[in-house]
């Protein structure tokens, strides 16, 4: 069973706005973080965004002041609304799902119980 699942990627121009959706199987119980990572292709994957379920977020630097999370906690679905792409924005974004509690400063991948298969992004012109 698919636990987590992420949709609306895609190829894109440079400048133009993309928005991605996960959504999280109800079998998860309880929900506490959603996040967003992505991973270049030579790179590590790194955080894009997180949000817990009180509201707290933090983005990556790359994308701070261009990108969106937002989630709805009742239907166990998160969104990350991207613009003024750019080329280096170029990777596999991939949702995560923490259950337990996180430390919304200090979190890291290990932090994340459920992770989806992740969704193409490709800036160019």
């Known amino acids: 069973q698919v636990q987590v699942a992420e949709s609306g990627g895609g190829l894109v121009q440079p400048g133009e706005s993309l928005t991605l959706s996960c959504d999280a199987s109800?079998?998860?119980?309880?929900?506490?973080?959603m996040a967003w990572y992505r991973q270049a292709p030579g790179k590590q994957r790194e955080l894009v965004a997180t949000?817990?379920?009180?509201?707290?977020?933090k983005y990556g630097e790359a994308v701070q002041g261009r990108f969106t999370i937002s989630r709805d906690n009742a239907k166990k679905t998160a969104s990350l609304q991207m613009s003024s792409l750019k080329p280096e924005d170029t990777a596999v974004y991939f949702c995560?799902?923490?259950?337990?509690?996180?430390?919304?400063?200090?979190?890291?991948?290990?932090?994340?119980?459920?992770w989806g298969q992740g969704t193409q992004v490709t800036v160019s012109s």
């Open positions: 949000m817990t379920s009180s509201g707290s977020i």
């Open positions: 109800s079998s998860i119980l309880h929900i506490n973080a």
């Open positions: 995560a799902v923490a259950v337990r509690p996180i430390l919304l400063f200090t979190a890291s991948e290990d932090d994340y119980e459920y």
